[in-house]
């Protein structure tokens, strides 16, 4: 299992160039928790030939050189295929081992380029993931209640890719509904699709925090009044009809009409409701979703951004896929994704179950996976969340979580800080999870129950996937799906000071990029990155820009946009000449190297010189073979700083130099001296 181009080109190497030692596939990398330990094996192990091309003998035989590595035509297509895999699965590891937000980019980033969910990769997806990293670290502050969904949204596609690899119910129910048997395929078809679902869910988020902003202001004003907003002015959304305006009509009878439809034939028919009634009544609900013009059902007290999530994913869809000029033209899984987004939220738990007069949650057997998956992942995923509101920002969440498979089912394990272990006991979130019972706002009391897990069968049937797990609520639960632990929190890697509310990596990476490549404009820079580079290459540059922090604060220095009382640097030629820090460029520079040797090894690469001068140009000089060395991944400079030639060294202290210009010019950002 693995990596089938890899260890072929490993052979092809061998008889091509001699050499016996090429193509090192890296172990996995390291995970703390099960969960993140499943999650890599999955896209290792189940994922071979993901988006390989077997069309033609020469790209079957790997003797094709479509590839572009880091130049066009350099290795072959199906070769960087599964480099473009190594490069998803680094990134996970990346992002287990710190939970940053821009590690989470890096996700987002590998999903987007490799699947293409809009016609093309990142640059067309880029701008709904930046406003809503964005959008939230500045305006939610304002928030009585609001944690963070872009992190978020990247643990929950993980737990859903290690639940349909171990839980073979889940997994099956899928690769029945897709008409998948068991294997690569359906693994593929599954990450492709879980990823388009559950990455983008909360897409639509900045919606609802406006609407969020004015009701927490009012009610700030009034706190006698904090239980009943209904007397708060609140917002809501005009001039929907020209926003739900598509090429194939309205969008909110399409969803209408998409959702009956893949309920109609399970979950409807245990209601007794017609599915013309359904999907009318359904109609008008959408209608009403960002209006509110019926204040008498006090809808307008929430603003479902699933609603709005739904609406974007399905209009930038639209926009970027010209060939579906008709509803049946839809792909019907692009369509359950985005079916699954506009239902996670409230959508379904609320305003489809008053209607269809029932509080029967989605069974797996209902026939939607996806959505199935995506309500369960999303409840699951409360740890590990920045604190943005006012009230949250003061609460005791988890810091950790673990998924443990068993023979009846699976076992959910969150992790509470033991330096807060008084607070801990008392906060209502460890309370929830515990399996003592609780009471109900109405007085209602469950006896050996807990309130998380009977909460998530509201909306789905724990059962299916639980099968020890008791649904009556009047009745005690002894499957104790749940376990809550208070362990020492151990500090994570890759968090530094340096600091700003949305750090534009994507086009840090660009300029840096564009430098070596001698580009000059904006447009340069994009054809120099887009069209040149590989998955591997472009997160390389991606890593090159976030790895400015880190460089930062080993000199004792910081970036931030916000107004600190330090002393700022606006020259580093004259700050290495102040006693102390005559070393300081040198340090970056050893700090550069290391972390593109680290970058490298984990990507497989290994130390070799075989390329060197191997080509000989018609004047009898000697030239580096690049073709050779990204095709053997043998690279001379994998050694100690300190044997690098002069050039080289030099390479590892110019970008640094770069990203003082880029950072203000781009972000507004300021350096500045913790000394």
């Given at each position: 299992?693995?990596?089938?181009a890899l ?10 160039y ?15 928790r ?7 094996a ?9 988006k ?20 066009k035509?350099q290795?072959?297509?199906?070769m960087?295929?599964?480099l473009?895999?190594l ?19 890096d ?8 699947f293409?969910?809009?016609g ?8 709904l ?12 502050s304002l928030?009585m ?5 872009y ?9 859903g890719?290690v ?24 693994a593929?078809?599954?990450?492709e699709?879980?990823g ?14 406006a609407?969020?902003?004015?009701k ?6 009034d ?26 009509g ?7 009409k ?5 309920l ?10 017609e ?5 009318h009544?359904l ?12 204040p ?12 709005f ?17 008709r509803?049946d033209?839809l ?17 379904f ?7 269809l ?5 989605l ?17 699951l995923q409360?740890?590990?969340r920045t ?5 949250s ?13 068993e ?11 033991q ?9 209502k ?5 515990l ?20 909460d998530?069968?509201?909306i789905?049937f ?9 649904p ?5 639960d002894?499957?104790?799906?749940i376990?809550?632990?208070i ?23 660009l ?8 580009a ?8 120099a ?13 991606i890593?090159q820009?976030?790895?400015?922090a ?6 004792g220095?910081?970036?931030t ?7 700022p640097?606006t020259?580093f030629?004259?700050l290495?000449?102040e ?17 593109w040797?680290v ?6 690469w ?34 100690d ?9 030099f390479?590892d ?13 781009y972000d507004g950002?300021?350096i500045?001296?913790?000394?």
């Amino acid at each position: 299992m693995g990596y089938q181009a890899l260890r072929t080109m490993r052979a092809l190497n061998n008889a091509q160039y001699g050499t016996t030692d090429s193509v090192c596939i890296p172990n996995l990398p390291q995970a703390k928790r099960n969960y993140g330990k499943e999650a890599l094996a999955f896209i290792r192990d189940c994922c071979e030939d993901l988006k390989f091309d077997n069309s033609t003998e020469e790209r079957r035989n790997l003797t094709d050189s479509d590839g572009r590595s880091a130049g066009k035509n350099q290795v072959p297509y199906n070769m960087e295929r599964d480099l473009d895999r190594l490069s998803f699965e680094a990134a996970v590891g990346r992002f287990l081992a710190s939970g940053a937000k821009e590690d989470a980019f890096d996700i987002y980033y590998c999903y987007c380029e490799i699947f293409k969910p809009f016609g093309a990769g990142y640059d067309s997806t880029g701008l709904l993931l930046e406003l809503l990293s964005e959008h939230e670290s500045n305006a939610s502050s304002l928030l009585m209640k609001h944690r963070d969904h872009y992190s978020h949204s990247v643990y929950v596609f993980l737990i859903g890719l290690v639940v349909y690899k171990n839980h073979a119910v889940f997994r099956s129910a899928y690769n029945a509904k897709y008409g998948f048997l068991d294997g690569k395929e359906a693994a593929c078809h599954f990450l492709e699709f879980w990823g388009l679902a559950s990455l983008f869910h909360d897409i639509g988020y900045p919606f609802e925090i406006a609407h969020q902003q004015m009701k927490s202001y009012v009610c700030k004003l009034d706190k006698s009044n904090n239980d009943a907003y209904g007397f708060a002015p609140y917002v809501s959304y005009r001039n929907m009809d020209e926003f739900v305006v598509s090429r194939l009509g309205n969008l909110n009878d399409l969803f209408a009409k998409a959702i009956i439809e893949r309920l109609s034939e399970s979950y409807l028919n245990r209601t007794e409701v017609e599915p013309y009634y359904a999907e009318h009544q359904l109609q008008k609900a959408l209608k009403d979703r960002a209006i509110h013009e019926n204040p008498a059902e006090k809808d307008y007290l929430f603003m479902d951004h699933a609603y709005f999530s739904g609406l974007i994913m399905a209009k930038t869809y639209l926009n970027r896929n010209k060939e579906a000029t008709r509803y049946d033209k839809l792909p019907q899984v692009v369509m359950d994704a985005f079916c699954a987004i506009m239902l996670h939220n409230s959508l379904f738990k609320f305003t489809m179950r008053s209607f269809l007069h029932t509080q029967e949650p989605l069974h797996l057997t209902d026939g939607q996976p996806l959505c199935y998956l995506l309500m369960l992942c999303d409840e699951l995923q409360c740890w590990d969340r920045t604190s943005y509101g006012q009230n949250s920002r003061s609460g005791i969440y988890a810091y950790d979580f673990d998924l443990v498979f068993e023979a009846d089912g699976m076992h959910w394990v969150y992790y509470y800080d033991q330096c807060y272990e008084e607070k801990v006991l008392k906060a209502k979130s460890y309370q929830d999870m515990l399996h003592n019972g609780y009471t109900k706002k109405s007085g209602a009391v469950r006896q050996g129950r807990s309130k998380f897990v009977d909460d998530i069968d509201e909306i789905i049937f724990v059962k299916d996937l639980v099968p020890a797990f008791e649904p009556k609520v009047k009745e005690p639960d002894p499957s104790e799906i749940i376990e809550v632990r208070i362990e020492k929190k151990s500090k994570k890697t890759g968090l530094y000071l340096s600091d700003s509310n949305y750090l534009n990596l994507y086009r840090f990476a660009l300029a840096l990029n564009g430098r070596y490549a001698g580009a000059n404009t904006e447009d340069e820079m994009k054809i120099a990155f887009e069209e040149n580079l590989s998955l591997e290459y472009k997160l390389s540059n991606i890593a090159q820009a976030k790895g400015f922090a880190a460089q930062l604060e080993s000199i004792g220095c910081f970036y931030t946009d916000r107004a600190v009382d330090y002393i700022p640097v606006t020259d580093f030629q004259a700050l290495t000449k102040e006693d102390g820090h005559e070393n300081d460029l040198l340090k970056i520079a050893i700090a550069e190297h290391e972390r593109w040797c680290v970058e490298k090894r984990a990507m497989g690469w290994k130390y070799g010189t075989a390329h060197e001068g191997a080509i000989t140009l018609s004047d009898g000089t000697k030239k580096n073979d690049s073709i050779m060395r990204e095709r053997t991944r043998l690279h001379h400079d994998l050694i100690d700083y300190s044997r690098l030639d002069a050039v080289e060294r030099f390479k590892d202290i110019d970008p640094m130099m770069h990203m003082l210009d880029l950072i203000r010019e781009y972000d507004g950002l300021t350096i500045y001296r913790t000394e």
